[in-house]
């Protein structure tokens, strides 16, 4: 099942941008947006809800980069998982349907940095909705435990390629809030692929700052 919801995301993504004429002019823009100017630096703080074998997993993040031409983001970020999930991985010897002092759980986690871009295809002033995609390196892990003491932990090595589609509110100038879907292909380690859902918010470092620094002189009287 989770692989059909991967490949779904996939196909929407890519359906979305409906020729090849489109695709091309998106990578051109974004390659001219990159030449220009960075118009403003940002910090965000993102929460993602993630599917990994059949279990759904809560992720933290945080991103920070430069908004380039008003349409494109250019952005390094970290994610984890809380490990706020497991299931039994050996039961043997409790009845079926029950659990005791021998049953083995397993968590399983995902950690990684990752190096993103973010076209904004259609940017007004109170919405924006994009298109971001990025990859990482990282590490995935599974953790096995009884209620009473760790076992021992296997460690994966990941390098996510993820693809979503975003739409982004203004609550104030300095404030935005957004969600959006995605999918994780993990070009090693496949075990960690998934869709997911993401939300969170956006502050406008780069404009507080500058009006900071404006009222500053002003106040100064320069």
Known sequence: MNSVKKYALLA?????????????????????????????????????????????????????????????NMYIGYYSTLDNAHRIYRNPTAPPG??????????????????????YFYNSRKWRLSFPAGIGIGAGWDKFSTST?????????????????????????????????????SLASGQYNGPFYTYGLQLKTGEIYRRTKKWVKSWKGD
């Open 12 to 72: 929407i993504w890519l359906l979305t941008i409906r020729s090849e004429a489109q695709i091309k002019h998106m990578f051109d823009t974004i390659r001219y947006d990159l030449k220009q100017r960075p118009r403003s630096f940002f910090l965000s703080l993102d929460g993602k809800t993630s599917i990994i074998r059949d279990l759904q997993l809560k992720m933290f993040g945080l991103q920070a980069g430069y908004l380039y031409n008003r349409r494109t």
């Open 98 to 119: 029950t659990e005791d002092s021998n049953t083995i759980y397993t968590v399983y986690g995902l950690a990684y940095f990752n190096l993103g871009c973010e076209y």
């Open 149 to 185: 003491k760790f076992l021992e932990q296997k460690t994966s090595f990941v390098l996510p390629l993820e693809l979503g589609f975003n739409a982004s509110y203004k609550l104030k100038w300095w404030l935005w809030i957004g969600a959006g879907i995605g999918t994780r292909l």
